[in-house]
C-alpha cells in the first residue's frame, strides 16, 4: 500500500494475513464516584466521566495528546494513526503500548516512519473535542473516495434508534461524554450494535471504532455509524474512510460536512432521536415506510386546505 493510499478495512489481503500487533490491554474504568452540593446546599454522591490525557509517541517521536475517557485507548491509538494517515496500513504497526503511570502511549513500527517530519508540517486545528488537530493533506484523496449506494427503510432507522437507547451507559450515569456505534439492520426486528464507545470526544470514540474495525478486519460497506455528536467535516472523513455509507446522528451537520458527504455519497441523516430525522443527503435512498400518523394527518390537512382554497 502506497503512503497516498487511504486504509480501507477488511480489504482481503488483511482478511488473508488477520495480523495483529503486539498490544497491551490497559482500558480503565469509565466514571468516577465524588460528591457535589446540591441547591440545597446538602451533599449528594454521584458519578462523574473520567478524562485522561494520553500522550501519543510515533517511534519516539511525540505526535499528539489526547484527553480521553481511556476505556480503549489501544484501539484509540491505532485508529487515530490510521485515519491521520500517519502509518500506512496495520502491518507496518510492531507494538502499541499504554503506560497510564507515564500518561503515554508507545507506538513501535517494523521500519521507522520515513516521512513523518513532512506529515506532521500540514496541519489543519479542527472543531474537535478531545482532538483537534487533523495531519496531512486528506483532502484530494478523501474527495476521491465513492461509497456504495444503500436503501435504507424508515422502519429500520426508528429500530436502530431504539436499540440505540438502551447504550450511552456512562453517559446516563455520569454525563459528558459523546457515543459513537458501528451497527448494522437488517430486514425483521434485526439491529446489531457491533461496539459501542463513548469518549470525552466524539472523534476519540470513532477513532476507536476505526481501530476496532481494522484490527478485525471487518468491511464497512455494509454498516451503519451512529454518533451523539454533530456531523463535521471531520467525522464524514472518518465514516468515509471506514467506508461506512451510513450515517446517523442525534445531533446536527455543517454545511461543510454535508458538502464532503454530497461529494463522497454519505448518507446523512441528523436530529435523529425518537420518531423524528432529518436527511440532509440521500433521501432518494430512503424508503418511507413507517410515517408518523401525526405527520401523515398533518399532510392531509394541507391538502384539504389547499383544495379548499380552490
Known sequence: MSDDAIPVPGTARQRA?????????????????????????????????????????????????????????????LGYLLNQRLVPCIESIDAIRVDWDKGEVRVDTFERISDLDERLKHRTVTSGCGQGTVFGRLGDQIEKIRLPRVTVAQSQIYRLLTHISDQNEVYRRAGGVHGCALCSCGAGDQADIHLFVEDVGRHNAADAIAGYMWLNAISGKDKWFYTTGRLTSEMIIKVAQMQIPVLLSRSGVTFRG?????????????RAKGRHFLVYNGAEWVEFDAVPPAVADQHERAAGRGSRGG
Do not use: C, K, N
Open 17 to 77: 494475513r488477520a495480523y495483529r500487533p503486539e498490544m497491551s490491554d490497559a482500558g480503565l474504568r469509565p466514571a468516577h464516584e465524588v460528591v457535589a452540593i446540591d441547591e440545597y446546599g446538602q451533599p449528594r454522591s454521584g458519578f462523574i466521566a473520567g478524562e485522561r490525557a494520553l500522550t501519543l509517541y510515533l517511534d519516539d517521536r511525540e505526535i499528539v495528546t489526547l484527553m480521553t475517557l481511556g476505556t480503549h485507548p489501544e484501539m484509540l491509538t
Open 258 to 270: 454535508l458538502e464532503l458527504a454530497q461529494t463522497i455519497g454519505v448518507l446523512v441523516i441528523a
